[in-house]
């Protein structure tokens, strides 16, 4: 099965709010990223965490990674109207160079 | 630099007809994906190059599928005979090395009819 698999859920909040999806996988990695996806255009990279990181900030994201657990989560604080997208985690499926995503969380951020 | 480059944008076709996908790295990066997207099955990786040689290409679904990188600067993805289960979104994307941040392309929205 596919490496990085988020939650299945579409998630719709109000402007201001904070947002938190998760994503599982099943296998060793080197890293794991976060992609974000506005409707009809491409992915666009968010952040990287390594392996051996466990918590890192982008301006209002926070990700950490739990590698006993083979887990990430991807909060986005203060959102807004403009976060509205669609979330994406990707692994590195093992290290064998293959860069596999999973099936994406839906986020509405209603203004 | 303009970012990862992708013809064409919108792609109708009949079924049985030939098409070809295009793909226009960024400079200086030397992985490139294929990627699928669906409703019902997300995002597949088809195909990836490293250095221009195809590393792993587990992802193509049938024979019908092919991929090639004749050089650094330029992909195509070919679909012979097309299908209509072959509808979807085409997205190529690069990186510099593995590992690392990739880059996407706006896609290529099929439609076999």
């Known amino acids: 099965s596919q490496q990085g698999e988020e939650d299945p859920q579409a998630l719709s909040i109000q402007e201001g709010e904070n947002a938190t999806m998760n994503c599982s996988y099943k296998?060793?990695?080197?890293?794991l990223q976060w992609y974000r996806q506005n409707s009809g255009r491409g992915l666009v990279h968010l952040i990287l965490?390594?392996?051996?990181?466990r918590e890192k900030h982008s301006g209002r994201l926070r990700v950490t990674l739990d590698t006993s657990k083979k887990s990430s989560s991807l909060l986005i604080t203060a959102s807004r109207a403009a976060d509205t997208a669609s979330y994406f985690c990707?692994?590195?499926?093992?290290?064998?160079?293959?860069?596999?995503f999973g099936k994406g969380n839906q986020v509405v951020v209603i203004p | 630099d303009a970012g990862v480059i992708q013809s064409p944008r919108h792609e109708v076709t009949e079924m049985g007809q030939e098409v070809t996908l295009r793909c226009k790295p960024i400079?200086?990066?030397?992985?490139l994906f294929w990627y699928r997207q669906t409703m019902m099955r997300g995002l597949e990786l088809l195909i990836y190059f490293n250095n221009n040689v195809p590393i792993d290409d587990s992802g193509m679904p049938e024979d019908r599928f092919s991929a090639k990188m004749p050089n650094a600067s330029f992909s195509t993805l070919k679909i012979q005979p097309s299908e209509p289960r072959d509808s979807a979104v085409y997205f190529c994307a690069t990186s510099i090395g593995v590992w690392t941040e990739a880059f996407f392309g706006q896609g290529t929205r099929l439609t076999v009819v």
């Open positions: 400079s200086g990066h030397n992985s």
């Open positions: 965490i390594r392996s051996n990181e």
């Open positions: 990707a692994t590195d499926a093992g290290g064998n160079n293959r860069l596999a």
């Open positions: 296998t060793s990695i080197n890293n």
